[in-house]
């Protein structure tokens, strides 16, 4: 019904920084909020941000200051620039949206396949 579609992870050196996209196609009426999600080995899944449909944004502690999420509406595709990127950082990252459907207005909340982000030198 929705599918999204991540990109731009990839190999990058600490203190460096990576764009990734997520871009949502389907029977999608309107997507309220949008995110990206990050799980490390051995750890739970986490949030990193998220934005939604107005603009507001909510940030991990963790990667405020350093991390920039954006969206486009009209597209459905949301942004994370990462800078500053540290060897913490590395994991595999998971786009998330939910909104309605374009003809039942049922919500929905689907995941990306996830693209991973290792920071290493």
């Known amino acids: 019904q929705v599918q999204l579609e991540e990109s731009g992870g990839g190999l990058v050196q600490p203190g460096g920084s990576l764009r990734l996209s997520c871009a949502a196609s389907?029977?999608?009426?309107?997507?309220?909020?949008m995110g990206w999600y990050r799980q490390a080995p051995g750890k739970q899944r986490e949030l990193v941000a998220t934005?939604?449909?107005?603009?507001?944004?909510n940030y991990a502690d963790s990667v405020k200051g350093r991390f920039t999420i954006s969206g486009d509406n009209a597209k459905h595709t949301v942004y994370l620039q990462m800078n500053s990127l540290k060897p913490e950082d590395t994991a595999v990252y998971y786009c998330?949206?939910?909104?309605?459907?374009?003809?039942?207005?049922?919500?929905?909340?689907?995941w990306g396949q996830g693209t991973q982000v290792t920071v290493s030198s």
């Open positions: 934005i939604t449909a107005d603009g507001s944004t």
């Open positions: 998330n949206a939910v909104g309605s459907t374009r003809v039942t207005k049922r919500r929905f909340d689907y």
């Open positions: 389907g029977s999608i009426f309107r997507i309220n909020v």
